[in-house]
């Protein structure tokens, strides 16, 4: 299933970015695809791909916007 997802996010143009990320800085790209979410380095496009539940994504940047990880 992930492997399916990823090759297809790999093939498609409608990865997202941060609105807030800055073309000088690291940043990272994601695309969902039913409940995968695959997410890539934004200036390594045909660099590995990280797939994980569309779900754990989102619990992920909750928690990122509620400060839970800042140290």
């Not at 498609?12 to 380095?41: H, L, M, Y």
């Amino acid at each position: 299933m992930y492997s399916q997802a990823i090759a297809r996010a790999s093939s498609r143009t409608s990865w997202c970015k941060s609105s807030r990320s800055n073309p000088s800085q690291n940043c990272v790209e994601f695309s969902v695809d039913g409940t995968v979410a695959c997410i890539r380095d934004s200036k390594n496009t045909v660099g590995p791909v990280l797939a994980c539940h569309a779900g754990s994504l989102l619990a992920l940047v909750d928690a990122i916007r509620r400060g839970e990880l800042d140290s």
